[in-house]
Nanobody, 121 residues
């Protein structure tokens, strides 16, 4: 079993920064890709940023130039540095991971429970 735990959410003012972290634990052989998603009430979950095992990153248009995704392979941890935050960034942020289990190399896909980011104007 693989568990993802996010941290780093909170309340900030417009223009400020936050860094989210997400650590995967369990019987992990490799993590092939990480993703950060966000969701607001009444809307679906939106992919904010993703990064592959090789370090290739992609971002949704609205966060390009403000958010940076990175990962620490040795720590099975992914980060989302969020700068110049705007009120419209307010959401619950979820991390996801796709990878292989150590025992039998089967693929897994897991989500964290989410962390709330609130940006006041």
């Amino acid at each position: 079993q693989v568990l993802l735990e996010e941290s780093g959410g909170g309340l900030v003012q417009s223009g400020e920064s936050l860094r989210l972290s997400c650590t995967a634990s369990g019987s992990i052989f490799s993590i092939e890709a990480w993703g950060w998603y966000r969701q607001t009430p009444g809307k679906g979950r939106e992919l904010v940023a993703g990064i592959t095992r090789l370090g290739n990153a992609n971002y949704t248009e609205s966060v390009k130039g403000r958010f940076t995704i990175s990962r620490d392979t040795a720590k099975n941890t992914v980060y989302l540095q969020m700068d110049a935050l705007k009120p419209e960034d307010t959401a619950v942020y979820y991390c996801s991971a796709v990878g292989r289990l150590r025992d039998d190399r089967r693929y897994f896909s897991e989500w964290g429970h989410g962390t709330l980011v609130t940006v006041s104007s």
